[in-house]
Structures are given as C-alpha cells and as structure tokens.
C-alpha cells in the first residue's frame, strides 16, 4: 500500500475528555476513512501536545481511528495532581485508554518522548497493547541523561517556559534502559536522520520483541515532511 501526501486531506479531529480520581485527559480523535484495523493511539513529544500529529493523522488514520491525547500538564490536559513523573504519565493515559470503547487491542506510535510513555503503557497493561512503533527514541543512560537534563533546563528557547522545562526534566529522570529489557511486544523502531538514530538503534538491540528500520532519507521536521513515509512504514508493519 502506497500512501501519497496528496491523499492527505484535514479533517478536523474530535475532542473527547476522560476523567477519573488522578486525571482529567483531552483526547484529539481522529475518525478511521475506513475503520477495519485497530485503534492507534499516538504519543507526542515534549514541549508539544496531541495536536502535533494534526498533520500525519489524516494519513495514519485511512485505515484507523487515531487517537492523539495530551499529557497531564500539556495541552487540555490539566497537570497531575501529584509529582509529575513519566510512570505517571503512562498511568493516567492507560487509566482513560481503558475507559474507552477501543475493543480490541490497541497500537501505539511514539515520537521522541512519545516512545518511551508508550512503553511504560505497555508494560503495565500489555493485554490491551497489540504493537508498537517508536520513532528516534531517547535512550539514554544516566550519564547521558543527567547531561541531556542540564542542557535542556537552560536552553535559550525554553526560558520563561516552566511547564516544557518541568517536563524534561521529568523525561531525563526516567531510566528506559531496564524498561526497555522487558518489553516483550512485536515493536518497530524506526532511527531518522537525526542524533536519536544511534540510540534508536541500541534501543531495539535492548528490547527482545523489537526490530530496528534506518530511515536516513526522513529529515526533519520528520512529521511534516516525512508523513507520507512515516505512515507507509507504520501501515507495513501494522497491518
């Protein structure tokens, strides 16, 4: 199957808010063109929200309802009430997954941030996961981490932003190389042209369900200019 960015046409998603005694979540819902595949949920990265795949999602979704939630604390969502963790993230957003009428097994997508919410997901609910595709993930160890962590904090570009700094400080603080061992899911990891290519690589080597797809010619910005192909290698593998 061959999808053309020319297909793409925008449709303007649906919002839908899940609640329960931890969290209030907004999710960006994409209608299926043709609703025979599982429901796949997409994960965004940080400082951005579930709108970020407002451009790929009319590609991803030709065969698929997307649903695209915000994090607590980004986008509709309203931060948690308790400290912000990432392992809070993915049980909040696994809490309102469950509340919603998906049936069968779901599929994740994660970018960057996204990847590793996706796995925590998984890992604690991994009957209601079908697979999963990650693109460019930070893995890093704690050295990389704590580096990563310091340079983010005080770049020029997220000053007098205090809710994008809180959340990368609350990604660098989580240790994916252990949660990484565990996931035994069918995954597909895709490295672009990008610096998470050699991680995104060592990634899929540190998961045993998991095989790795360099895409050298996907530039950035990866979801604008990349979508036709990010969609193509997603349905190749998911279908």
């Known amino acids: 199957m061959t999808i053309s960015s020319t297909e793409q046409k925008y449709t ?10 931890h969290a209030s979540l907004n999710w960006r819902c994409h209608a299926a063109q043709v609703d025979e595949a599982p429901v796949l949920v997409c994960l965004h990265p940080l400082p951005h929200d579930g709108s970020f795949f407002d451009s790929a ?4 979704s030709q065969r698929r309802p997307v649903l695209c939630p915000d994090y607590p604390g980004f986008g509709d969502s ?8 990432l392992e809070g993230w993915a049980d909040a957003l696994g809490k ?10 779901v599929d994740l997508l994660g970018f960057h941030t996204g990847c590793l919410v996706a796995v925590e997901i ?5 009957k209601r996961i079908g697979r999963l595709v990650l693109l460019d993930v930070p893995y890093f160890d704690p050295e990389q981490r704590r580096e990563m962590g310091e340079k983010t904090a005080t770049a020029p570009r997220y000053h007098g932003k205090p809710m994008a ?3 990368f400080r609350t990604v660098f603080a989580y240790d994916p190389m252990p949660r990484f061992k565990r996931l035994k899911h069918e995954t597909l990891v895709i490295g672009t042209d990008s610096s998470l290519h050699g991680p995104s690589e060592a990634a899929a080597r540190g998961s045993p ?3 790795f797809l360099s895409r050298r010619d996907m530039t950035a910005p990866v979801f604008k200019s990349g979508a036709a192909n990010i969609a193509e290698c997603a349905e190749a593998f998911l279908k």
């Open 122 to 126: 998984a890992l604690r609910d991994p």
């Open 57 to 60: 999602a009319p590609l991803l």
């Open 12 to 21: 303007r998603p649906r919002n839908l808010v899940t609640h329960d005694e």
């Open 209 to 211: 369900g998991a095989r």
């Open 96 to 105: 309102g997954l469950a509340s919603l009428p998906t049936g069968k097994p």
């Open 78 to 85: 309203p931060p948690l009430i308790d400290e912000w963790t």
């Open 165 to 167: 700094i809180h959340g």
